[in-house]
């Protein structure tokens, strides 16, 4: 049986070789499926044999995620998605709208890739809840699939960033990629798709070496080996000297300017040490560095206060001497910002899909 969602169009046209279905009819499927949210394969279609379509009709199944909870912000409109597989656990996907252009509406949907997270980052809720399962491929696909339904814009963007490592499910994280690009799939460009890892070493150098164009961001959050380990426990498997490594492989490789992401968290990772030990760690690698505040609903870590943040900015700024950025981290009050993501059911969810 032929699981949609969970393969490529060019894997559907193969595990269908013996009907010989014209090279069309896979693209249009897998559009309807993947793109259009269709739910079955239709017994007519024009200019093909009912007796081909119902061949097909036995041979596939479309599997489909159960909506368990969604809620949108009324500050921001982030919308949170909670959603049931097929296995343990829930996990959630978050719609990032991007309305600022008229007549170019659009979003970004942050995908999860597994089922709670096994790395325990200190300031990570998906971290507290510990390691439950990796999603399959369908599980990832139809994130994007059901939210894209139930939005008035299209979907231009996927993010790796919502519950677990996706460097620990690579194959099938991977995978969804590669459904999301292709044309006849959500048509997403390879360059809009990101996969962020907190540094899984191996996994980086195999991303290297078979040359893929997604955006790739490695989570730093600390330049400095006994803080990061404090903060990141990876950073006791693969320390930051292999990383960087890893990193400026990536670089040589792509030519790319490396995306680093930098959990902004008070009174810890915040000061001209911090910013001086970045630049020695980062020396003649072109970087881009993303700065993100911490959302710990827990108490324990804090955002920076405005002149706090500022003075790092600062620093950043005479010490590094790399492009910085502050990434809006949207949806505090729906558990969906950066963070916070650990299958929160809310009360009175706003809308179905």
Request: proline share 6%; charged share 25%.
């Amino acid at each position: 049986m032929l699981l949609l969602k969970d393969i490529t169009s060019t894997e559907f046209a193969q595990g269908l070789a013996d009907l010989a279905p014209p090279e069309r009819l896979i693209r249009q499927l897998q559009v309807a499926v993947v793109r259009q949210n269709a739910c079955e394969i239709p017994a007519e279609l024009p200019h093909y044999s009912w007796r081909l379509l119902q061949k097909i009709r036995e041979r596939v199944a479309i599997p489909r995620l159960k909506l368990i909870d969604k809620v949108v912000s009324p500050y921001d409109g982030f919308a949170k998605y909670v959603f049931q597989g097929d296995g343990e656990g829930q996990f959630e996907a978050v719609r990032i709208p991007l309305l600022h252009r008229p007549g170019d509406e659009k979003y970004v949907i942050c995908v999860s890739s597994q089922v709670g997270c096994a790395l325990a980052c200190a300031f990570c809720a998906t971290g507290r809840m510990g390691f439950k399962r990796n999603l399959a491929t369908w599980e990832i696909v139809d994130q994007v699939t059901q939210i894209q339904a139930d939005s008035p814009h299209p979907a231009r963007g996927v993010v790796f960033m919502g519950m677990g490592e996706p460097m620990l499910n690579y194959d099938r994280v991977i995978k969804a990629a590669k459904i999301f690009s292709e044309p006849c799939g959500m048509a997403i460009n390879s360059k809009a798709i990101t996969i962020s890892t907190v540094g899984i070493v191996p996994a980086i150098q195999r991303f290297t070496a078979e040359k893929h164009r997604y955006r790739l961001i490695v989570s730093l959050t600390s330049a400095k080996t006994e803080q990061r380990k404090s903060l990141l426990p990876i950073e006791r498997t693969y320390p930051l000297p292999e990383l960087m490594a890893a990193v400026r492989e990536y670089h040589t490789a792509t030519r790319r300017r490396v995306t680093l992401a930098w959990t902004v968290l008070a009174g810890i990772n915040t000061s001209r040490e911090d910013a001086r030990a970045l630049a020695e760690l980062t020396k003649d690698l072109p970087i881009l560095l993303d700065l993100i505040d911490v959302n710990d609903p827990t108490g324990q870590f804090h955002r920076p206060s405005s002149e706090e943040a500022q003075a790092f900015r600062d620093y950043l700024t005479e010490e590094l001497g790399m492009p910085v950025q502050r990434r809006y981290s949207g949806g505090q009050d729906i558990h969906g910002a950066c963070g916070m993501l650990a299958a929160v059911v809310n009360q009175e969810p706003v809308g179905s899909v």
